[in-house]
C-alpha cells in the first residue's frame, strides 16, 4: 500500500472557526438580548395594566362612594407602591375622568425603560403603554 505521510498543517485555514464563532455568538447575545427586553415590556404592561385596573375599582368600590377625588388620590397612591421603584421613578401616570358618575375612567399612560440604542427602541411598539380601563361605580 502506498501510503503518504502526513505533511504539515495547512496555515491558511488557522483561525477561521474562531471567526464563524465568535460571530455567531455576537449574533446570539443579539437575539436573547432582545428577547429579554421584549420579555420585561410584556411583564411591565401587564403590571402597569393590572395596577391601573385595581385602582379604578377602588374608586369605583362602594366605600369610595363620599368622595371620589379624595379615593382617586389614595388609588393613585396605592398604584404607585405596587409598582414599586417602577411607579415612583415616575415610569407611570394615572389621568382620571369624572364627567360620568356611574362610570369611573381612568387613562394610564407608561413608558418602559430600555436598554436597547435609540434607533431601535422606536421600532419597538411595546415600550409604550397607552390604555382607558372602566369601571362602573357601586351602589348601594
Given at each position: 500500500m502506498n501510503r503518504k505521510a502526513p505533511g504539515p498543517a495547512s496555515t491558511r485555514d488557522d483561525?477561521?472557526?474562531?471567526?464563524?464563532?465568535a460571530a455567531a455568538f455576537a449574533v446570539f447575545l443579539l437575539l436573547m438580548f432582545v428577547a429579554v427586553q421584549v420579555l420585561f415590556n410584556?411583564?411591565?404592561?401587564?403590571?402597569?395594566?393590572?395596577?391601573?385596573?385595581?385602582?379604578?375599582?377602588?374608586?369605583?368600590g362602594f366605600d369610595a362612594f363620599g368622595d371620589r377625588c379624595k379615593a382617586a388620590a389614595e388609588a393613585e397612591f396605592a398604584f404607585e407602591q405596587r409598582l414599586g421603584r417602577y411607579g415612583e421613578a415616575g415610569h407611570a401616570e394615572l389621568e382620571w375622568t369624572c364627567a360620568d358618575p356611574d362610570i369611573v375612567r381612568v387613562r394610564v399612560r407608561a413608558r418602559h425603560p430600555t436598554l436597547l440604542p435609540a434607533s431601535l427602541a422606536g421600532l419597538a411598539s411595546l415600550s409604550e403603554v397607552d390604555r382607558t380601563i372602566e369601571v362602573r361605580v357601586e351602589g348601594p
Open positions: 483561525g477561521v472557526g474562531t471567526i464563524g464563532t410584556l411583564y411591565a404592561t401587564s403590571m402597569v395594566t393590572s395596577a391601573a385596573h385595581d385602582a379604578a375599582s377602588q374608586v369605583a
